[in-house]
């Protein structure tokens, strides 16, 4: 079981970038999966969350509206589209894949991690 995030890097207030988190060894269809994310010295944040079963998302406060979190179950992928970028996005984003359904907020519901990759949103 592998979950493989990638398209970080570093940006300019404003801009956007797209993440992609990759499954490997399940289908991610029957899998919730969510986005957090890490900035140095901080403790580890929700972001986004996609419900399996009801299809309902969630996000978190900082993101809303400027994030939007999709999957494609064919491709067994899931994606974060984040724009409107600011420096306060810096950190490591983490893809995550949890057997519960609903639209959950919490690390401990969440199974499987990905490595993370990283964003700079600077100047």
């Known amino acids: 079981v592998q979950l493989q995030a990638s398209g970080g890097g570093l940006v300019q207030p404003g801009d956007s970038l797209r993440l992609s988190c990759a499954a490997s060894?399940?289908?991610?269809?029957?899998?919730?999966m969510a986005w957090f994310r890490q900035a140095p010295g901080k403790e580890r944040e929700f972001v986004a969350v996609?419900?399996?079963?009801?299809?309902?998302?969630y996000y978190g406060s900082s993101v809303k509206g400027r994030f939007t979190i999709s999957r494609d179950n064919a491709a067994n992928t899931v994606y974060l589209q984040m724009d409107s970028l600011n420096p306060e996005d810096t950190a490591i984003y983490y893809c995550?894949?949890?057997?519960?359904?609903?639209?959950?907020?919490?690390?401990?519901?969440?199974?499987?991690w990905g490595r993370g990759t990283q964003v700079t949103v600077s100047s």
């Open positions: 995550a894949a949890s057997g519960y359904h609903g639209t959950r907020t919490d690390t401990h519901y969440f199974d499987y």
């Open positions: 060894g399940f289908t991610l269809k029957i899998y919730t």
């Open positions: 996609s419900d399996y079963r009801s299809r309902n998302t």
